[in-house]
């Protein structure tokens, strides 16, 4: 799915321009009006409450990408990522609230930072653990070594051990104004939403260029065919841990941006049905794309806020609707992964290049 | 044909944005509360009942004339019991301009609570979890009830007294004591350290924990684990389903320990549950059972009559109850909120309904069998102590209403607030 339509008689001239992300200006300027509409157009205009809707997207679409490069783009299928986000979120919150950090390290906010980075270290390495069976299995058997994780790490670890430091019982909660980022203090839905903002820009800028170097050409290759990509010459057994490390790291940012958001943490966050709501919002997105993983986060979440409103309304008539919302909400999710697989099994990823397509060929799309 | 669909589809948005309209310019003066419930999730067992207890007990308020003539709106949503979705629905809810909050879980309630505390909402939650309970660290947050570590403190010194002493070995050695609960859950493991201190401070021998899901159905191996400790009374912290769960398998292995459980565990569907197993059950009951004989419940019961007809009586349960308890303190503090002058009906009015509502509750008697209620600005707890019921001969009969308070009252005033 090219997303590169260059005006006719104009031509690449060297290596660079090939590359370029954004080959028209046309393109750029849409870029750019995109990123002035998240970092300025939103937080101007959208209250709180999108706000808090807008961050919601963003920490779906932060732990949305690790699936994606695992399902998308490596075929290997996962259903634990739910575990590595905790853990992620785990590291960040044990690092802030129990390691002997030095007092100028607390002062100048490089503590909460630090163990963002650390959070996605430990995350990753943690995800290589459970994608070592990778090597022999896959398909529907990794998934339930996946799965596996998510009962080892939540349900055990996590629960019986970790959240028990501190005796604190099993939620963490942050003092406010512990999340410094320099002197600036994450403590309101404007700094959250920016942190979320500027977080996924970067995930989604070192994705989109892991993808076209090297190791996302071996993803790739091993997702269409491992045993061709191995006769090629592609290490396997060193990509798929590659691409289990590198969707582990983000889960582990995703998970450490999470605290701020809550200032609290319980291993009740992270449930495993919010492994399958990820792989449910790649499915909807579009498997394979990076933007499905964005489009796929902003439909399960606005959609299912926008039904939400929908609601309120029809309960003053019909006040049961109120107390079903919750099962009409799992109802409408399952409804649009089963809508998505039937009518459109490549996702809205795959209708935004169509209608891209249809206005860049226009008049002449056929 | 496909037109005339289209149109259909468009009448029906067009109607409901509408609706949506209409009803937020009619919303203009009234008070805003809302509802974090669940009805669906974990802990649905009991949340159901609940929030169709809550619902009922605002339209009754509002019968009544509202808070001094101003209607109450009362909007809520199910969250599943999931945390995520409780944080976006508090925001949802705050958008909409709640001036306060009926919250549910101890989870959501402990993740949102730094959130609150920044917002000045009060937040009057179905957690009576101690960690809530004082206003240092959580000043918005607010409950009727005994919280649990007040239940489990006083649950097992009921059974200490009045049950160990006609013990055979009473004398001879230390009683043994265990827990179950969900140790993931932040609701069931919230008293654990509290019920331990009481253990030790009473002389027990404490055991190993067992970790019963909320959603357990089998528990026999929780059981053989604990067959081995030979405890004579073992804490459930958990909801009536997984309790009953656990309490029939004991019955049916023969474990013969007597149980003490945390209020949410304990109802009227235990004994339909568990059957002869309940049979012996102590339970901390911060309110009178459903339809049970005290002042106000006339008011609960021709509500839950009049507003939910679909619910039988039969099948209500003390959560109802529980629900009006808390909608009840929350009526009254905005009644006096609103008499000194606090506009209740805008955003921002939070401060000054702590200062002038809830925190003037002094001794404050809801008439639904709960101990009198206090809030001070300087602790949260509601009640000093809570009365433990056991299932007995078909009905259940009051054991002893412990007063913390009164018993250790130094304790009670320089450690136990916050735990």
Redesign the interface.
């Known amino acids: 799915m090219s997303s590169v339509w260059l005006p006719c008689g104009d031509y690449h001239q060297d290596y660079a321009e090939d590359q370029g992300w954004w080959q028209t200006r046309f393109i750029k300027g849409k870029m750019i009006l995109l990123l002035l509409a998240v970092f300025v157009g939103i937080p101007l205009f959208a209250g709180e409450y999108w706000m808090s809707v807008g961050t919601m997207v963003g920490y779906t679409a932060m732990g949305a990408l690790g699936v994606q490069l695992l399902i998308g783009y490596s075929g290997l299928l996962t259903l634990g990522h739910a575990a590595f986000i905790a853990v992620g979120a785990y590291t960040s919150t044990m690092l802030i609230l129990q390691f002997p950090w030095p007092q100028s390290l607390l002062d100048s906010g490089l503590a909460y930072p630090i163990s963002i980075v650390v959070a996605g270290i430990v995350a990753g390495l943690w995800s290589v653990l459970f994608g070592l069976p990778s090597v022999k299995v896959k398909g529907f058997y990794l998934i339930l070594t996946t799965m596996a994780a998510q009962f080892i790490t939540v349900d055990f670890i996590l629960t019986q051990y970790i959240s028990q430091i501190g005796g604190r019982g099993q939620a963490f909660s942050l003092p406010p104004g512990t999340i410094k980022i320099g002197p600036w203090v994450v403590d309101n839905e404007r700094s959250v939403y920016y942190l979320m903002a500027i977080l996924l820009t970067l995930m989604v800028i070192v994705l989109a260029n892991l993808l076209r170097s090297k190791p996302g050409r071996a993803w790739v290759a091993i997702r269409d065919n491992d045993i061709a990509a191995e006769t090629l010459g592609i290490n396997i057994v060193w990509y798929k841990l590659l691409a289990f490390f590198v969707a582990g790291f983000m889960a582990g940012i995703a998970g450490a941006f999470w605290v701020c958001n809550t200032a609290a943490l319980s291993p009740e966050h992270f449930q495993w049905f919010l492994s399958l709501w990820l792989v449910g919002v790649i499915l909807i997105g579009g498997v394979g794309s990076i933007q499905g993983a964005i489009f796929g986060s902003i439909f399960m979440v606005v959609v299912m806020e926008l039904l939400q409103m929908v609601a309120l309304p029809v309960a003053e008539y019909f006040p049961s609707i109120l107390m079903d919302f919750a099962y009409i909400k799992d109802m409408a999710f399952g409804l649009a992964i089963c809508a998505f697989l039937i009518y459109e099994p490549n996702g809205l990823a795959y209708r935004w290049w169509q209608a891209k397509n249809y206005f860049n060929l226009w008049p002449f799309s056929y | 044909m496909k037109k005339s669909i289209s149109l259909k589809v468009l009448v029906v948005l067009l109607g ?1 944005v509408f ?2 309209g ?2 937020t310019i009619a919303a203009a003066k009234e008070i805003k509360v809302g509802g974090i419930m669940d ?3 974990a802990t649905s067992d009991v949340g ?1 009942d609940y ?2 207890g809550m ?1 009922d007990a605002y339209k009754y308020i509002n019968s009544q004339g509202g808070v001094n003539g101003k209607e109450i709106k009362y ?11 409780a ?2 629905k508090y ?2 809810l ?2 909409m301009g709640n001036v306060v909050i009926m919250g549910w879980g ?2 959501d309630t ?6 609150v ?2 917002d000045q909402i009060p937040y009057v939650s179905a957690s009576y979890s101690a ?1 809530l309970t004082d206003p240092k660290k959580t000043p918005y947050n607010l409950f009727f009830s005994s919280d649990y570590s007040t239940n489990a403190r006083s649950a097992i010194t009921a059974w200490f007294d009045k049950k160990w002493s006609k013990h055979p070995d009473f004398g001879k050695r230390k009683p043994r004591f265990a827990c179950c609960y969900m ?4 609701y069931c ?2 008293p ?2 509290a019920i331990k201190d009481q253990a030790e401070l009473l002389g027990f021998e404490v055991g190993p924990d067992q ?1 019963v899901s909320l959603f357990a159905l089998d528990t026999k191996s929780q059981i053989m684990a604990l067959k081995t400790f030979k405890p004579d009374l073992l804490w459930h912290g958990n909801t009536t389903m997984s309790v009953a769960a656990t309490v029939r398998d004991a019955y049916a292995l023969g474990l013969g320990a007597a149980w003490i459980v945390n209020n949410w565990g304990f109802d009227e569907n235990l004994p339909r549950l568990a059957g002869e197993a309940a049979e012996g059950v102590m339970g901390a009951t911060p309110c009178a059972f459903f339809g049970q004989d005290v002042k106000n419940m006339d008011l609960v019961v021709s509500s839950a009559e009049k507003y939910s007809p679909g619910v039988p009586l039969g099948k209500r349960l003390n959560r109802t109850v529980q629900a009006w308890g808390d909608a009840l303190i929350t009526w009254e503090a905005l009644k006096r909120a609103d008499k000194k002058g606090i506009d209740i009906t805008k955003k921002g009015s939070g401060p000054g309904m702590m200062k002038e509502g809830f925190e003037t509750l002094r001794n404050y008697d809801i008439g639904l069998g709960a101990a009198p209620i206090s809030f001070t600005a300087t602790d949260h707890r509601p009640a000093t102590g809570c009365r433990i019921q056991e299932w007995k001969g078909g009905k259940f009969q009051v054991v002893e209403d412990i007063d913390l308070k009164k018993r250790w009252p130094e304790l009670w005033e320089t450690k136990w607030l916050g735990w």
């Open positions: 409901v609706l949506a209409v009803s009805t669906t999730g159901k929030a169709i619902s909007t809520w949503f199910d969250y599943g019991y999931r945390v995520p979705e944080i976006t925001k949802m705050k958008r101890t989870g402990e993740a949102l609570s730094p959130t505390n920044k960690h140790f993931a859950s932040p493991s919230a654990i350290k970790d």
